[in-house]
């Protein structure tokens, strides 16, 4: 019997890693699963753990009020001594980027207990950007013992770097098996101002922003564009859930509240926000995460920076990086308002990311990797969207870039 530690602590890992702890839950024949989370991210983390049904055994909840990341690096540290010691597990499973990532990794290496990084080898090899998401990865990928790389390029990535190949199992990225199994047809957000747009006769652009390096003018000037869009197109409606950190949240309602048709609106919890993600027309972000699941849903994205670590949505054409420019993003979000042929290249482009079973496949690398089972898992490779697999299945089917370029 295998004891394996998942250590999360942000919104987006938990819905990642959500998928990969139900499934480790199921191999309880060969698997003890326990969950401990450092609540870097409060209120966002526990509306994904309900919806999941995950209580984790540890809660160390040490997120404060306007904490630094040095203050979240000690606390996290300090308290994962004190899980890990404890529990003693055979492997401490993370997940992508966040300081939470880093530091779980860094407390099971003074354990000397083998650490499994799922979606590793996510780059864009500037130190700085995004911050510090970037070198918490690489901090984390010189401490891994076992990595998930999501695609081919992450494999390359690290192999690059010179982890060995037989450390690496590309599984797909564990958000589309979030993702499939969350978004409905016929879902009510039971909120009367998402409620009531009309999503088959408007243009819906969801827009996301949280980003560090553009707070401040960059996000005025995403801002600027969005209110000059929506002022020239009657058809078209921006739903907008603004981040509650302040140097969003203020200058989003000085450059946006009051406009006619933009939606300025609370955070979202998952199960919402990804059904209004279907039926949007496009998606405006910084995020990382999106430029994963908006594909498998066939909406076109625009990346509100300069770099991303995940080119192949770029080279797939379902992601264009435009930056943070004003004339910029105006003119790309017009071209797709404009041009149908564009819209439909990038909507119908294959997702690159996933099809719904990196969750398995991971379960089976590990129990490969500790002797159980005699042969690893089948590599992922791109195919269909996420979502046109699942509705085959319904139906009873078969189952680095920069700114400015495809």
Do not use: W
Not at 42 to 57: A, C, G
Not at 100 to 105: I, K, Q
Not at 118 to 137: C, I, Q
Request: hydrophobic share 40%; net charge neutral; charged share 25%.
């Amino acid at each position: 019997m295998l004891k394996i530690l998942a250590v999360f602590g942000t919104r987006p890992e938990a819905i990642k890693m959500a998928p990969l702890v139900k499934e480790l839950k199921r191999c309880s024949r060969h698997i003890n699963c326990v969950v401990a989370v450092t609540a870097q991210h409060r209120e966002m983390l526990d509306q994904v753990l309900r919806l999941f049904e995950i209580r984790p055994d540890y809660d160390l909840n040490i997120m404060r009020p306007e904490q630094s990341l040095f203050e979240i690096t000690g606390r996290a540290l300090a308290g994962l001594e004190e899980v890990i010691g404890r529990e003693r597990p055979d492997l401490v499973l993370v997940h992508g980027d966040t300081t939470t990532t880093f530091v779980a990794a860094l407390a099971a290496f003074y354990f000397q207990i083998p650490v499994g990084h799922v979606e590793a080898g996510l780059r864009t090899h500037n130190k700085y950007s995004p911050f510090p998401e970037e070198m918490n990865r690489h901090l984390t990928a010189v401490l891994t013992d076992l990595h998930f790389a999501p695609t081919a390029t992450a494999k390359a990535n690290l192999l690059a770097e010179g982890v060995p190949a037989g450390q690496i199992f590309v599984t797909g990225n564990t958000v589309i098996d979030a993702l499939l199994a969350t978004v409905k047809k016929a879902y009510c957000f039971h909120n009367p101002e998402l409620d009531g747009i009309d999503y088959e006769r408007k243009k819906v652009l969801l827009v996301t922003t949280h980003r560090r390096e553009n707070l401040g003018d960059p996000l005025r000037s995403v801002y600027q564009a969005l209110r000059a869009v929506v002022q020239a197109y009657p058809d078209v409606e921006i739903v907008f859930p603004v981040h509650k950190n302040p140097a969003v949240a203020c200058v989003a309602r000085e450059e946006l509240g009051g406009t006619e048709r933009v939606h300025l609106v609370e955070p979202m919890a998952y199960e919402p926000f990804v059904n209004l993600m279907q039926r949007s027309f496009l998606v405006l972000t910084d995020s990382g995460g999106l430029q994963e699941e908006a594909p498998a849903l066939g909406k076109p994205v625009l990346v509100l920076r300069n770099t991303t670590e995940r080119p192949e949505a770029v080279l797939a054409g379902t992601v264009r990086v435009i930056g943070t420019e004003r004339e910029v993003v105006a003119a790309e979000i017009r071209r797709l308002l404009d041009d149908r042929e564009h819209y439909r290249q990038m909507a119908e482009a294959v997702n690159p990311y996933g099809d719904g079973r990196a969750s398995r496949r991971i379960c089976r690398a590990i129990l490969y990797y500790f002797g159980i089972v005699p042969a690893p898992p089948d590599e992922y490779v791109p195919g269909k969207t996420g979502l046109q697999q699942k509705e085959l299945e319904i139906a009873g089917g078969s189952s680095s870039f920069r700114r400015g370029g495809f």
